[in-house]
């Protein structure tokens, strides 16, 4: 058993983690759970405000149906997990966020100084 967490830990922690976030949200009222994910959001407010946290905690707190994910995500993960191993899957899965962040809010950023989006845009959750 310990093997196979050790083959799968990457993938075996972001299902464990991402359930737990999917049940924090379910057992929150609503408007705590939204108060929680606009928080957790990685727009451009919270990026300014506290990136680590809100990049960490944006990777595990579903915005949708808390449950609907586990099935593909654990498809996903333990598919790429076996593929490439823990460490570049752990590497491949914080690049692909912090880059996909980067990219995304950059361009919100961008278009909102240049006029074509309202600075509202800036709290979005994302």
Do not use: K
């Not at 929680?36 to 300014?48: F, I």
């Not at 590497?91 to 074509?116: F, M, N, P, Q």
């Amino acid at each position: 058993m310990r093997l196979l967490f050790s083959r799968y830990a990457v993938a075996a922690t972001y299902l464990v983690l991402f359930a737990l976030g999917g049940l924090t949200i379910a057992v929150l009222s609503p408007h705590q759970s939204s108060a929680l994910l606009h928080w957790a959001s990685t727009n451009l407010t919270g990026l300014a405000h506290h990136p680590v946290p809100a990049l960490v905690l944006s990777a595990f707190l579903p915005s949708g149906p808390p449950f609907a994910w586990l099935v593909p995500i654990a498809l996903v993960m333990f598919g790429a997990n076996r593929a490439v191993g823990t460490a570049r899957l752990a590497l491949i899965c914080a690049a692909g966020h912090l880059i996909g962040t980067g990219v995304s809010e950059g361009i919100v950023a961008y278009r909102i100084d240049h006029g074509s989006l309202p600075p509202a845009w800036a709290h979005i959750s994302d």
